[in-house]
């Protein structure tokens, strides 16, 4: 009977706790360079079962192994390219292949697939409030020009009225080794202690005036929610089942 008191309050609290990660990858369905979450859950404290005899204690026979508990695992992070979106902003990049944006933070520096960019007060090309965006050498790329050119290596250009050439500067790309070091933060940035690695030229396209899609699968979310809701029904019901059957116990049996 415990048991199931067990069984039921992990899966509740682990189906909700799925609910929170559907719910997040919903939320940031337009959010551009957004990675997808998925829950994985796994069961806890597992123990053999044994028959054992009747008259002799000591013969045992398996009957299988059980879990008491079911609980999150951990949260994994599908790194898959999402679609791209032509937008015709002119602040607006994407990465064609691996790799991440490199944005300077109150809080160090963030590497990010969201290249939906501005510009501050002073030119500096940023990413929304959380930074300015680093340019080869760990350098922010100030624009003065909005008639500029932008290279598939993320080269940022301008011809002058005077028909001369500036470079306002290249965006810095840089890719990892292992992204399973890699800590997702708010606003789908991503930070690591692991050492950033510089592509070279042909790893990886910069495409303007585009936007990288999420990879989040609405209709797929959809079908995980409804699964998740109901299996945290199903147990709130049955939990509350469980609970009338102890009560009864405790109360009208008990009198016997």
């Given at each position: 009977m415990y048991q199931g008191f067990y069984n039921l309050t992990s899966g509740m609290l682990t189906q909700n706790r799925n609910l929170n990660v559907i719910s997040n990858n919903m939320v940031n369905i337009q959010t551009a360079g957004y990675k997808r979450d998925k829950m994985v859950s796994n069961t806890f404290e597992e123990e053999m079962l044994y028959r054992t005899g009747r008259t002799n204690k000591d013969i045992q026979e398996e009957l299988g192994v059980t879990s008491k508990i079911r609980?999150?695992?951990?949260?994994?992070?599908n790194y898959e390219q999402g679609s791209f979106d032509p937008t015709g902003g002119i602040y607006d990049f994407a990465l064609s292949g691996r790799g991440f944006f490199c944005v300077d933070t109150e809080n160090g520096v963030r590497y990010t697939r969201n290249g939906s960019f501005n510009v501050d007060s002073e030119g500096y090309l940023m990413l929304n409030t959380l930074g300015r965006v680093q340019g080869e050498g760990g350098q922010p790329i100030q624009i003065d020009n909005e008639d500029f050119q932008v290279s598939a290596d993320g080269t940022i250009r301008v011809v002058d009225r005077d028909g001369s050439t500036r470079e306002f500067g290249k965006l810095r790309i840089v890719d990892f080794e292992d992204y399973e070091q890699l800590h997702k933060e708010d606003y789908g940035v991503f930070s690591t202690d692991q050492a950033a690695r510089e592509l070279e030229e042909g790893e990886t396209t910069v495409l303007w005036k585009t936007l990288e899609h999420s990879n989040v699968d609405m209709v797929e979310e959809l079908t995980s929610m409804m699964t998740a809701q109901r299996?945290?029904?199903?147990?709130?019901?049955?939990l509350k089942m469980y609970d009338q059957i102890m009560s009864k116990s405790s109360t009208d049996v008990g009198r016997l």
């Open positions: 609980t999150a695992e951990r949260t994994y992070v299996a945290l029904q199903s147990a709130a019901q049955v």
